[in-house]
């Protein structure tokens, strides 16, 4: 079978973590990714912990199955690499700030004129134009200004960082969102394109109540911890051995609930007859709730909610979310390919699901640094 | 200029929040996105407050510039309007439990007979195979089952939800790029393809550390509330009117925090001169320096860290987000154009910003139910 990106060279010139977010999407569709790391150090992450055999199990999660060569785009015999690269490339990804590439001589105005086909990815903290251009960003400072952080925590309480670096995998998707929008086009203009996106623009863009809610009403709205603000009860409760989620969402869910618990009288009970009514004395009902549930572990709950046919979940730790029969059902976790003698690691499965794309049972493994240059020289010359 | 998708068109069968997420960004990336409602009651999210004039800025948020038809797939004069589309159309999104679609007749592999080029998006809890295929889910039951809830939310304490409902959005982004994949692989077969998205996957896919470090180490992390899990000082801190952020990512930073604070001696106190050092006593840390940072407002600090060249930002509510110079800059809040004596609404712009895609300074305006029915039908007339 053709994969969708089947023949594709992805050049990726980005480190630590939104551009190779970038790239392992592009890679898990089929594009063939070279790493370009810098030379003797390399990306960022190969020094973040955990470590197994002095090898990062967080630099081999987002970095399977990928080559690395390294390259200083300052000397000469390594810029004739990477020139003779760009001749074979479909598309170059790169994370530093605005300016950098044009410095080297690879900013995007000059490489359209020599490779017009080319596409060119950027991703920065605040984007190419605009007064912050040039600034630098981490993800908690963009889930910081760009409002996430101020609808999540518990209600009243301080903010916090959603534990996920939303800040850079966000951008890192939309950046492969516009990659594959610019193949599209190119496969009927026959011209490249430059795609800036920057991390705090993604962080907006995915304020999906909260931006509407605001402009609407003037009133930002603030955490409320693990309810939802309008719907009861829909949240997180506590079992004895931990927390289950409840997602009644209308009164026939709700009723479902009650007779599940032996309270059919709450249907009745003027404090939570309507949604509206819930919304109200949602503490008190809270307390009524866990009252109850306290009492016995969130597998009883789990089985006696899903009979009941109201909404459940488990709130899973990532030990627990591993070994979810339905995650493994969906390949969701997969090996990373040990070299000869090498650590094993493991890493996410690839969330596309398409009838055109087989769905591999491992990743390739992660390169170490520069481990790939051989290869990639000898298929250059090959190519002539 | 023509736009990436230009003349594609999507038939949107999907309503709340992954679906049309997912045709929001395929319809600013060019496409034409055709919204079928079910008759009288349409998406859901047009009763989700908060409401002007009747209409819910909720909905009006995520399907401006998309046109709506109502149609009853079970009748047979909307179902031949149906399949007239289906003749017409390069994509069909849909978000029903699986089996809903085989049942009206336009599953997949009905679909693929008839129409060979037509790309088949769909989004659902828990995907179309695994034992839970079938299972509805909301936001809150994969964000607690795929496990970003468990590193979420203040130390010690229970979990909370990530205020921006990523188990949506982030399956509604993958949907996106799958289909886009789809058009790039059509562009070189002529065949379509199903995409097959799970809210569940979606969420396991973007654990960058928690996967990589439960699965190397056999510990699952928790949650951190503002801070960064190995690096300090790395948070947010209290100012006298809020919070702001402090990201101090090695030693020349905190020397320069330090320095900027007025408590140069930090630097050589060994309860602080290493990250590792600095790591043992957060705590303590962070009082000493809330101790100064208590005393003076967010701007005053911001501009204190700014010109010491330590990264920093406001953490802000989503109104300062909106007015955030950067944010305006970047076109990223945009107008949702008003029907004659409508309301007004706005909602995000666009945040893939391309060499070949007009950046619009407004969003077309959020259809009524059925609103484009008469134009519809007559553009498939005129097509014959």
Not at 34 to 43: H, S
Not at 190 to 208: P, Y
């Amino acid at each position: 079978m053709t994969t969708p990106l089947d023949g594709i060279i992805v050049l990726d010139l980005t480190h630590v973590l939104a551009g190779p977010f970038c790239s392992t999407i592009l890679g898990d569709l089929g594009a063939r990714v070279i790493k370009i790391e810098r030379p003797v150090l390399g990306d960022d992450t190969r020094e973040f912990p955990p470590f197994k055999q002095g090898e990062s199990a967080y630099f081999a999660a987002l970095n399977a199955g990928k080559q690395s060569i390294a390259l200083d785009l300052k000397a000469p015999a390594d810029r004739a690499i990477f020139e003779r690269l760009l001749d074979r490339a479909d598309v170059v990804l790169e994370n530093y700030r605005p300016g950098v590439m044009e410095r080297l001589g690879y900013g995007f105005e000059d490489l359209r004129k020599t490779h017009p086909r080319l596409i060119y990815g950027a991703v920065s903290g605040f984007g190419h134009t605009g007064p912050e251009a040039g600034k630098p960003a981490y993800d908690m400072v963009v889930q910081a200004r760009g409002g996430v952080m101020s609808i999540t925590g518990p209600e009243g309480g301080p903010p916090v960082r959603v534990g996920a670096s939303v800040g850079d995998i966000v951008a890192g998707m939309y950046l492969a969102q516009g990659i594959l929008a610019a193949l599209v086009q190119r496969g009927r203009t026959g011209e490249g394109a430059k795609v800036d996106i920057a991390m705090l623009d993604s962080q907006l863009a995915i304020q999906e109540h909260s931006l509407a809610t605001t402009t609407a009403t003037g009133v930002p709205p603030g955490p409320t911890g693990a309810r939802h603000p309008s719907i009861t009860p829909f949240s997180t409760y506590r079992a004895s051995d931990g927390f289950f989620v409840i997602a009644a969402g209308n009164d026939a869910l709700f009723a479902k609930l009650a007779q599940g618990l032996g309270c059919p009288d709450w249907v009745t009970d003027p404090r939570f007859a309507s949604n509206g009514a819930r919304c109200e004395n949602v503490h008190m009902l809270k307390r009524l709730i866990e009252a109850i549930t306290l009492e016995k572990p969130r597998d009883h709950w789990i089985a006696l909610m899903e009979s009941a046919g109201v909404p459940t979940a488990r709130v899973q730790n990532m030990a627990e979310a591993i070994e979810d029969p339905q995650v493994k059902a969906r390949n969701m976790v997969v090996p990373v390919e040990q070299r000869e003698g090498g650590p094993s690691f493991k890493a996410a499965g690839n969330p596309i699901k398409m009838s055109t794309l087989p769905d591999r049972q491992a990743r390739g493994p992660a390169p170490l640094l520069d481990a790939d240059r051989e290869a990639i020289l000898g298929w250059l010359d090959a190519a002539g």
